[in-house]
């Protein structure tokens, strides 16, 4: 907790679960971090937990951060410049899913709000009350995830919102909706670019991409590879997560890169004995 204009302000964290969120692998994300970097950039950005831990121990640490889901993007510029509606919309929300919370959840997740505050909050709504917290859409871009089984959600995190709101207001961070390439425009020596993005699949059945309806190919692999030896060239500490799979093992098996194994929980699958230890790689360039 941190004290600012006498309000007591707890530490920021992600505000929506995530697929492939890194909570708990922050601890080891930052052993890995180098010493010294100039701009943070986050392309993958999610959830954003190593972005809001950056932003919490790294005082007046510039940022750049990105994602390709413009809803995803919107809520943090909303929770940025408007969080305070935002809490009533939510509030709101958190009212009509007392009455009566299977109509309630359908109705909103069948609904298609224009308006900035209630995009975001119908987002943070599905979040907080879907099936496992899972962010899914179909080809159509329309969220398919069903309701879950909480008997008191917490639909309203106001405490975290206004702490998110906060620092991302006093951080200047740069928040913008893009493709990951465009990061090479951006990025200049000795700046840290973090990728963490839509896994290999290990199998086929660990085939998660439905984050935005574009999933994530072998193409963007092979990009994602060749931006990475373009930063690399540029000066840039790279620092990327991936699964533990051939291609990738196979794509960063040359200098500069160390390739190291970790291993993670897996938070997010439908059948929760499947949620335990695995190895995955955290390769960089430093
Ligand atoms: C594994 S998640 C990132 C998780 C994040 N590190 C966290 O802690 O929550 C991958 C993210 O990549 C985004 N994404 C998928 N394809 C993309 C692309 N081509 N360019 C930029 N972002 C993309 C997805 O929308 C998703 O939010």
Same mark, same amino acid.
């Given at each position: ?32 971090? +180098?010493?010294?970097?100039?701009? %943070? ?10 972005? /809001? ?38 509030? =709101? ?9 299977? /109509?309630?959840? %359908? ?27 899972? %962010? ?23 405490? =975290?919102?206004?702490?998110?709101? =906060? ?30 993005? +839509? ?12 984050? *935005?309806?574009?999933? /994530? ?11 990475? *030896? ?21 794509? /960063? ?34």
């Amino acid at each position: 907790m941190k004290q600012q204009y006498g309000q007591i302000l707890t530490s920021p964290k992600p505000f929506v679960k995530w697929a492939g969120g890194k909570r708990q692998l922050i601890p080891i994300l930052n052993e890995n971090l +180098p010493e010294t970097f100039g701009t %943070y950039f986050e392309p993958f950005l999610g959830g954003g937990a190593l972005l /809001f831990h950056m932003l919490t121990e790294r005082n007046g640490q510039k940022c750049s951060i990105s994602d390709l889901n413009s809803d995803l993007v919107l809520s943090y510029t909303t929770i940025r410049d408007r969080v305070e509606s935002l809490i009533s919309s939510l509030k =709101n929300h958190e009212k009509n899913y007392q009455k009566d919370s299977k /109509f309630y959840y %359908y109705s909103i997740r069948e609904s298609n709000p224009r308006s900035q505050i209630e995009k975001t909050s119908r987002l943070i709504f599905l979040n907080r009350t879907c099936f496992n917290g899972l %962010y899914r859409v179909n080809s159509k871009g329309k969220f398919n995830v069903p309701l879950g089984k909480y008997s008191n959600p917490n639909i309203v995190n106001e405490d =975290n919102l206004r702490s998110v709101s =906060n620092v991302l207001q006093s951080s200047k961070t740069s928040i913008k909706c893009r493709d990951f390439e465009a990061v090479l425009r951006d990025a200049k020596q000795g700046d840290l670019v973090y990728f963490d993005p +839509p896994y290999q699949p290990v199998s086929n059945t660990a085939n998660f991409t439905g984050y *935005t309806n574009k999933s /994530f190919t072998c193409d963007d692999l092979s990009r994602l590879a060749d931006l990475c *030896t373009d930063l690399d060239s540029k000066g840039c500490n790279v620092l990327l997560s991936n699964s533990n799979s051939k291609e990738v093992t196979d794509m /960063f098996s040359s200098k500069p890169w160390k390739v190291n194994k970790i291993k993670a929980n897996r938070s997010i699958n439908s059948n929760s004995k499947k949620r335990t230890g695995h190895f995955e790689l955290l390769i960089k360039n430093y």
